[in-house]
């Protein structure tokens, strides 16, 4: 049995190791990088693997008859079931390519647009197509990106969004469900699994159990669940979900939609060109099967590659065993902000300790009155890369009546010294701004 300083010590040093992986330390080593909710690092195996199919392969997929063409194929089209066992997703499940979580709420929103009656069979609300009083379901806490694609719909159907209230704690009010919801015709409910914000990892199933009672199509924004302990179908079944590789690791512009084959078969394409098609006539096309009706054009083959190196990385036994002591450093964080007399914004770190409110590693927070733009810019003189802003998330500040919040949020590779040297980073804040700190 290990002592617990020895355990400590062991962690620590997986962490140390786990950061050799990521070159960006080593150009960058007096950099303390607290931003990981906006991009995550990029580890060595994930360039390496971008790098191979640029330097190896560097030839475009599907349509080539040479072997170089087939390798490449091989290893974009494999990728898909890296990705549903990540996901946990059955073997029925499809995975769509993207450019992100953005463009793949978007595909979703511009299909169920124009699907007409072919849902029915999977959906009950779906006997109809979206139209005028139909109800889509978000909440107070969504990213923009989870809001303004449904908003754009709502303009062209004629119908309406319902957000469900945020408490002050950053948790989702559920008590619409059994009221002002209950009799309403909803036919999407689409929620982030953990937010950007308060970090709050959401229980959904009260709003899943809703969205299978009702025939609605429910649809989980993994963006961030991805990276704070994963996201699985198993514990979450949802009807489609969304995240973006650049969050765990892997690189910009790939991103995945996944959802049941059988329910993308009946989906019209979000966009036509090459790939997504079966016949083209001067009348009209018919399109491919899922998934490659919804990947239009020459797909991101390099961003493949570095995504599945990014899923393989990050399930290695090294990075689970990190990411599951995440929430050392979350209260760690939160008690530091605590103890310098700041504003936590989302759960108090009672409710996090008494596992009240489950939260990932990130946290929003203010120092008395200065402004989150000054906290921001005077860390970076000190080498510390937060954000500050609204974070995309224009409805939560609206619901907590502020403006805006500095964001600490963490990954893998931080560490404890990293959050101490915050520490006095934000001292010095305080002082500067002539606040009387010990
Ligand atoms: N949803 C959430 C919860 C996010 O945190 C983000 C990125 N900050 C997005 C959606 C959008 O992701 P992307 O910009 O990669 O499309």
Redesign the pocket.
């Known amino acids: 049995m290990l002592t617990t300083t020895q355990e400590k010590t062991h962690s620590a040093s997986r962490v140390q190791h786990l950061r050799s992986y990521y070159p960006f330390f080593s150009h960058n080593p007096n950099t303390i990088y607290l931003d990981s909710?906006?991009t995550a690092l990029k580890p060595k195996p994930v360039l390496d693997a971008i790098l191979d199919y640029y330097e190896t392969k560097s030839v475009n997929i599907h349509r080539g008859v040479y072997s170089l063409s087939a390798q490449a194929t091989e290893i974009y089209e494999s990728t898909r079931q890296v990705i549903r066992n990540f996901l946990h997703a059955p073997e029925n499940w499809e995975i769509i390519y993207t450019?992100?979580?953005?463009?793949s709420i978007n595909l979703l929103a511009y299909s169920l647009l124009r699907v007409k009656k072919e849902l029915a069979p999977f959906f009950s609300a779906w006997h109809t197509p979206l139209g005028k009083g139909d109800i889509i379901v978000l909440s107070e806490s969504e990213?923009h990106?989870?809001i303004v694609p449904w908003q754009i719909i709502t303009e062209l159907t004629q119908s309406h969004i319902y957000f469900l209230p945020v408490r002050k704690n950053g948790t989702l009010d559920d008590s619409p469900l059994a009221g002002e919801l209950k009799n309403l015709p909803v036919k999407i409910i689409s929620l982030?699994a953990?937010?950007?914000v308060s970090g709050v990892v959401h229980d959904l199933k009260n709003f899943i159990e809703f969205a299978k009672n009702k025939g609605a199509i429910f649809i989980v924004?993994a963006?961030?669940a991805v990276c704070h302990g994963g996201f699985s179908l198993r514990d979450n079944p949802a009807d489609f979900v969304a995240f973006?590789g650049?969050?765990i690791g892997g690189p910009t512009a790939i991103?995945i939609l996944a959802g049941r084959k059988d329910v993308l078969s009946v989906l019209p394409p979000f966009e036509g060109g090459g790939d997504m098609i079966l016949q083209v006539t001067k009348e009209k096309t018919t399109y491919n099967e899922p998934p490659h009706r919804f990947e239009a054009g020459t797909p991101p083959i390099g961003e493949v590659f570095g995504l599945r190196a990014a899923v393989e990385f990050l399930t290695l036994p090294l990075c689970r065993e990190i990411m599951a002591q995440e929430s050392e450093l979350t209260t760690m964080a939160m008690e530091i902000i605590q103890e310098l007399g700041g504003t936590l914004y989302g759960p108090s770190l009672d409710e996090v300790n008494s596992a009240k409110v489950k939260k990932a590693g990130i946290i929003a927070f203010n120092l008395g009155k200065i402004h989150p733009n000054d906290v921001g810019t005077l860390l970076d003189e000190q080498n510390i890369c937060i954000r500050t802003g609204h974070h995309?998330c224009q409805l939560l500040m609206q619901a907590w009546q502020i403006s805006a919040t500095a964001r600490v949020s963490l990954f893998l590779y931080n560490t404890k010294e990293e959050l101490l040297l915050l520490k006095e980073a934000l001292r010095q804040i305080l002082r500067l701004f002539g606040k009387k700190i010990q």
């Open positions: 909710a906006a450019r992100g979580t953005t463009t990213h990106s989870n982030a953990v937010s950007n924004d963006a961030q973006s650049h969050k991103g995309c």
